[in-house]
Structures are given as C-alpha cells and as structure tokens.
Antibody, heavy 117, light 110 residues
C-alpha cells in the first residue's frame, strides 16, 4: 500500500534551517507530485508547494518563495523540504502529501518542527 | 485566515447525522470537482475520508458522504459514533498546481 514516512521531530533556533524527509513506498515515486503542507497549533493547514520527482521542478506558494526548497533523491524514493531563516512562526507540524488530481490522496504522519531560542 | 471557510465546531448525539460545510470561491471549490476531506485525531496523521467531492476510499465507512453545490462542499456523517469525534478539514484544487485548505471543524459527539 502507498506509504509516506517522514523523519522525526526537530528543534531549531531562530535563524537556523531545517530539512524534513519523506520516504515514499508502495508506488512509483517518480509518477506523482509530492506536496508539502504545514499546520501550526490552532490554525488550519497551509499549502507550501509541490515538487515533481521525475523532473525535479517545483512550484511554491508565494508566501514561501525564497525561503523553502523542495528536492528529492530518486534512488531512495525520498523527498525533502528545507526551510531556512526559521522564526517562531514556523513552529508547526509539516506534512508531505500526494494530493492527486485523480484518485485518492495520501499523507505522511507529520513532522513537528519547533523553533525556540 | 484559511482560504476555505468551515464552521469551527459541529456537534451531534450518537446515531444522529451532521453536516460540515466548506465554502470557497468560483476559482477553487466551484471550478473543480477536486474537493477532499480528511479526519484528524490528535497525534495521528491525516486520514482521507472523501476525495473528488463524493468518492470514498475503500476502507472508509459509507456513513461518510460528500457533496457539492456551487462554491460550497459538504461532508455528512450519518449514524454518528463516538470514534467520529475529531477535527475535519476540507481542501480543494485551486488551479495552476495550487491547493487551498479549510480552517477545520471540530466534531463533538455529545
């Protein structure tokens, strides 16, 4: 079955960067885009952007342009989200997801990123 | 403020039916039959309940159903059960590779 398994929780200081991984299994990794969504406590989910694993091209929400990078390692079927210049506003649970336009969507279990001095 | 509007909370007694609305615009909900819903229990990953407005993953009970009219999508839970108590979120395709989400609805089983 399709699974997206994310890396563990992170604690970072303001100004630092964080890199979250998302390992895909149960399907052909290069066939479907990977999206990243984050959710801060008490707020709704926020779409951050997408990455096409085959070509490596990306599309970011305007709010995150210049501060996030979505990459992948095809050989191990893993997508990455890197967020730089972290502030306390970036404290959230970060999810990778296959938000397919045809068929069911699949989500990772989430990675808590805490930004604190 | 989320792009899609959901009621903050909905409640019902066991066995009753409840409906959660998700209102967007003609650029997202109204323009695409790509509205989905997920259930979220604290500490767990999202569980997709409905996709493409009304389709259900094979493992999801038929007590859950989805619909759409104009710019508003809806999730109905019939025969409400205690385990249905959770947060529910809608999301829709917004065009040009973008996705928009609702702010979430807390469902309470009285």
């Amino acid at each position: 079955q399709v699974q997206l398994v994310q890396s563990g929780a992170e604690v970072k200081k303001p100004g630092a960067s964080v890199k979250v991984s998302c390992k895909a299994s149960g399907y052909s990794f290069t066939t479907y885009d990977i999206n990243w969504v984050r959710q801060a406590t008490g707020q709704g989910p926020e779409w951050m952007g997408w990455m096409n694993p085959m070509r490596g091209n990306t599309g970011y929400a305007q709010k995150f342009q210049g501060r996030v990078s979505m990459t992948r390692n095809i050989s191990i079927g893993t997508a990455y989200l890197e967020v730089s210049s972290l502030t306390s506003d970036d404290t959230a649970v970060y999810y990778c997801a296959r938000l397919d336009r045809a068929g069911e969507s699949y989500w990772g279990q989430g990675t808590l990123v805490t930004v604190s001095s | 403020q989320s792009a899609l509007t959901q009621p903050a909370s909905v409640s019902g007694s066991p066995g009753q039916s409840i409906t959660i609305s998700c209102t967007g615009t003609s650029s997202d909900v109204g323009n695409y039959n790509l509205v989905s819903w997920y259930q979220h229990h604290p500490g767990k990953g999202p569980k997709v309940m409905i996709y493409e407005v009304f389709k259900r993953p094979s493992a999801i009970s038929d007590r859950f159903s989805g619909s759409k009219s104009g710019n508003t999508a809806s999730l109905t839970i019939s025969g409400l059960q205690p385990e249905d108590e959770a947060d529910y979120y809608c999301w829709s395709y917004g065009g040009k590779g973008t996705w928009v989400f609702g702010g979430g609805t807390k469902v309470t089983v009285l």
